[in-house]
């Protein structure tokens, strides 16, 4: 494997606030180290079609608080095909970059993991996913500020709830894991907590409901994850209200707000050290892996291990939630 000289850097998959603090990172790490650095536009579909252009410092200027990500970001099909990737190969190729640092989640992940197989090309990967799901991290880019705006949400509808005596169901983002409900549910002082991970039944619910009304306590937040197997927040308040049509009962998405806005200095700084790392790595010769902090240390996963295994939840925090929503 020759010796790293250019790398270029792309985002993929879902946007996440810190995307582009890692961009920045990563081109100003490179570019300290003498090597030049390019950027690919739309992730692995500008890849496909050599969507890829030279980066300096001044193009990475006065993006670390901007949301989102300056490189565009996009879910390709045609890299799902052999024919795909051997044209992103040859791009790559076409303009001598000798690595790639990818940020994304469990799709981007899967995507260099197979990229670096078949054409024995170094790709690293940064954790770039507000949903916190990808395993070998203890925090992925993202999800502070997911959380953090959540919350914020959630605290405004708790002002409503008050006033009015409602019983509100909040449905937060997070694909087919709880870390955004838990986490939500746990700061923003919520009544209830329906997270893929548990077993929690509507049954309980309502039980628990009836037990708060006894104690006088009008009005209650219910967080949902959008991937629970009791359904949807819409669902389960209908249930909810069918048991007992006495209940004042609303629902509220809040959807895709959870992925922009600027970045919190946990997302910031946490960006900025993976990729200043990932550089460090493809200068090492280290490729096919992805990049992650436990314990408050940089460790590194085999792309396999970060793709197959899954991120489990706190046990401990789960525990805690139920005992705090009594």
């Known amino acids: 494997m020759r010796k790293v000289k250019r790398i270029a850097v792309f985002t993929s998959g879902g946007d996440a606030p810190g995307m582009n603090a890692a961009i920045r990172s990563v081109v100003r790490t490179a570019l300290y180290h003498d090597l030049h650095v390019y950027g690919i536009i739309g992730g692995y579909d500008g890849m496909i079609k050599g969507n890829i252009k030279r980066l300096e410092v001044g193009d990475v200027a006065n993006i670390i608080q901007r949301g989102g990500t300056v490189l565009k970001t996009a879910r390709s099909k045609d890299f799902m095909t052999y024919e795909g990737r051997k044209a992103a190969y040859e791009n790559l190729m076409a303009n001598d970059i000798d690595g790639c640092v990818a940020i994304g989640g469990n799709g981007t992940y899967t995507g260099a993991m197979v990229f670096g197989k078949e054409f024995n090309f170094p790709m690293v990967g940064l954790p770039g996913t507000i949903d916190n799901d990808i395993y070998g991290t203890d925090y992925t880019i993202g999800f502070d500020t997911a959380i953090n705006t959540a919350i914020e949400a959630v605290d405004k509808i708790r002002d409503t709830a008050d006033s009015h005596n409602r019983l509100f169901f909040v449905e937060v983002m997070g694909r087919h894991s709880g870390f955004i409900a838990l986490h939500t549910g746990i700061g923003s002082g919520a009544g209830g907590i329906f997270i893929p991970e548990t077993n929690t039944s509507i049954e309980d619910l309502i039980e628990d409901l009836r037990k708060a009304t006894r104690r006088q306590k009008l009005f209650n937040l219910i967080i949902v994850a959008e991937g629970n197997q009791n359904g949807d927040a819409t669902t389960i308040a209908q249930k909810v ?86």
């Not at 998405?253 to 997302?267: K, N, V, Y």
């Not at 993976?274 to 280290?286: D, K, N, P």
């Open 241 to 326: 209200k069918e048991s007992n049509p006495d209940y004042d009962v609303r629902v509220t998405i809040i959807g895709h707000l959870q992925r922009g806005g600027s970045p919190t200095a946990m997302d910031r700084v946490l960006a900025s050290r993976m990729g200043h790392s990932s550089v460090l790595s493809l200068l090492r010769g280290e490729h096919g892996i992805a990049l992650g902090v436990i314990n408050d240390k940089i460790t590194v996963t085999p792309f396999e291990d970060a793709v197959k295994k899954t991120k489990h939840l706190n046990k401990e925090l789960v525990k805690m939630a139920e005992v705090l929503a009594m």
